[in-house]
């Protein structure tokens, strides 16, 4: 049971490039979300899905794309990265909402 | 607009020694209140959560207490030990909003020294 994973692990890019970060969940959840971490910022959402199909903005949504084509998997896009985009990407999925269950991270750079 | 607040930013604490982590929340619809645990290089893990209906929560180690009426909920860790030694995060949802997303605090880096 792998639960949340996510690809890669870490990557370098420069500024302007674009990139896909990919989470695949095998727990069959419905709800699956992405956050950024920044020293001292805490968690902040970037995009979420209640469902295959459906995508939302959460609280940091400029810059980046999303799609749920599959139950399974999110992924989240940058279409032009910047430096203010270097930061830790975790991706959570969750049943019901009683906790989340988080992948190990994408660490970023953009420089 | 900051929707939880947690304090302190670090903590150190003695081995054998309790570690206390506050938690203010301004949504009065938020009605779910988990805590994580993340280790350095790791993604956070659940590690308790409470629901307004009771004003305490214990697991092994770990109590939440929880004050509706302050809109305030706190983490004792009691008997702290160096291998609690992690960054802790509270976080708040309202199940009524459909999507469950979490709102977390800023975090709280705990060192426990033997």
């Known amino acids: 049971n792998a639960g949340v994973t996510q690809t890669p692990k870490f990557r370098v890019l420069k500024t302007g490039q674009s990139m896909t970060l990919l989470c695949a969940q095998d727990?069959?959840?419905?709800?699956m979300y992405w956050y950024r971490q920044d020293p001292g910022m805490g968690l902040r959402l970037i995009h979420y899905?209640?469902?295959?199909?459906?995508?939302a903005k959460g609280e940091v949504p400029d810059g980046y794309n999303v799609s749920r084509l599959k139950k399974q998997n999110f992924l989240l896009g940058l279409e032009s990265a910047a430096p203010s985009q270097t930061s830790v990407y975790f991706c959570?999925?969750?049943?019901?909402?009683?906790?989340?269950?988080f992948g190990s991270g994408t660490r970023l750079t953009v420089v | 607009q900051q929707q939880v607040k947690q304090s302190p930013q670090s903590l150190i604490v003695q081995k054998g020694g309790i570690s206390i982590i506050n938690c203010a929340y301004e949504?009065?619809?938020?009605?779910?209140f988990p805590w994580y645990q993340q280790f350095p290089g790791k993604g956070p893990a659940l590690l308790i959560a409470?629901?307004?209906?009771?004003s305490e929560k214990k697991e092994g180690r770990f109590t939440i207490s929880f004050n509706k009426s302050a809109k305030q909920f706190s983490l004792h860790i009691m008997d702290s030990q160096p291998g609690d030694s992690a960054t802790y995060f509270c976080?708040?949802?309202?199940?009524?909003?459909?999507?469950?997303?979490?709102?977390f605090g800023k975090g709280t880096k705990l060192s426990v020294i033997p």
């Open positions: 976080a708040a949802t309202s199940s009524g909003a459909g999507s469950y997303q979490l709102t």
């Open positions: 959570a999925s969750s049943k019901t909402g009683d906790g989340y269950t």
């Open positions: 899905s209640v469902g295959e199909g459906t995508t």
């Open positions: 409470i629901r307004p209906d009771v």
């Open positions: 727990m069959n959840h419905e709800y």
């Open positions: 949504n009065t619809a938020f009605d779910y």
